[in-house]
């Protein structure tokens, strides 16, 4: 799950991580009143969407201005007016796809004299089964880019936890970004907070970008990106609290209601698998023969014939979809369920689309039969490599 800048700034802030004084607004007519609040002379008035690269960003709309979805105001007016072009428009970055994202809310924040800007981020290393830490001089930049040009300025490290954050750690921190006496010290304690935040919270991924010094001689994060492990989301209930629904896709938040694994993609087919190995094989064998995946969807290992009809609906609704792809290999899963779900979902929302359906395992005939005597228009396939081909060439053919 992920979260605004300015929320992410105000978790961090309960561990004493050192942030600028902001106010988050929602209304136009609040941003005056936040910049006479903080007391200026300089604001920073930030667009609120979970996506990277809003500096850089372009509004749909000319009535927007052209200045990108972060904005420096030098006047209580400037904020206002920044204020009023930017919520409610369509802000597109590179993250966010040519679609964009609407801009519902934005962060007022005091400007600052800045130094030197640097990147710092935590994500769980699979590799290491740590949390690690990459810090960088490159600050402000993308750091995809700087990996690709200059890898040799982005140093990782990793924190055991059976000792957390160590003092070697802070001198290595301190070291890469060439900082020594009193930024040093504040370097070592940010890491530590920064780490015990990560590991309370159960964080998944924390990204400063940039971290900076400013002229008067002290480490600040000017920005902060923070998404959280969803597993572990019943154990922070002030976190869940933070979700902001009008930044997810509707179908990925209808799915998470019946415990679904859904992600939407950009494709034309659409995908009913169960486990997550054959779903990522079902969408590579797709993109093989000349189509797209419309979705990634596990209904897991005991999905109920309920769970089964809310996933086809999902898919259904996705007005993407051209063709629908059912491939099922029961052990746990029971075909006949598959099956039973697939036809209760067709009768609640029709089939307007082609349907392969490639049914293998516990109750594949019971299965297979429900599907033959159902009367639908449906396309039965004997294994995976003939389902993607037959469902390419229906989608196709209907095109």
Partial sequence: MNIHEYQ????????????????????????????????GPLWV????????????????EASAGEKGGVRLAKSVEEVAEFSRQMLGATLVTIQTGPAGKQVNRLYIEDGSDIEKEFYL???????????????????????????????????????????????????????????SGELAKQANKLLGQLYRAFVEKDMAMLEI???????????????????????????????????????????????????????????????????????MA?????????????????????????????????????PNVKGILVNIFGGIMKCDVIARGVL??????????????????????EGKQIIRSSGLNVIPADDLDDAAQKIVKAVKEAA
């Fill in 282 to 318: 079902t969408l590579d064998i797709i993109k093989l023969y000349g189509e797209s995946p419309a979705n990634f969807l596990d209904v897991g290992g005991g999905a109920s014939e309920e769970k089964v009809t809310a996933a086809f609906k999902i898919i259904t609704a996705d």
């Fill in 8 to 39: 992410a700034k105000a978790v961090l802030k309960e561990y004493g991580v050192p942030v600028s004084r902001g106010v988050a607004v929602m209304k136009a007519e609040d941003a005056e009143a936040a910049a006479r609040e903080l007391g």
């Fill in 344 to 365: 209760a979902a067709v009768k609640a929302v029709g089939l307007q689309v082609p349907l392969v359906v490639r049914l293998e395992g516990t109750n594949v005939e």
């Fill in 45 to 60: 008035v930030k667009s609120q969407i979970h996506a990277g690269g809003r500096g850089k960003g372009k509004f749909k």
């Fill in 121 to 179: 981020s935590a994500l769980v290393d699979r590799a290491t089964s740590r949390v690690s830490f990459v810090v960088s001089t490159e600050g402000g930049m993308d750091i995809e880019q700087v990996a690709h040009d200059t890898p040799e300025k982005i140093l990782t490290f990793s924190i055991d936890p059976a000792t957390g954050v160590m003092p070697h750690h802070g001198r290595t921190v301190a070291k890469a970004l060439g900082l």
């Fill in 209 to 279: 970008n940039p971290l900076i010094i400013t002229k008067q001689g002290e480490l600040k994060c000017l920005d902060a990106k923070v998404s959280f492990d969803s597993n572990a989301l019943y154990r922070h209930p002030e976190i869940m609290a933070l979700r902001d629904e009008t930044e997810e896709d509707a179908k990925e938040i209808e799915a998470s209601k019946h415990d679904l694994a859904y992600i939407a993609l950009d494709g034309t087919i659409g995908c009913m698998v169960n486990g997550a190995g054959l779903a």
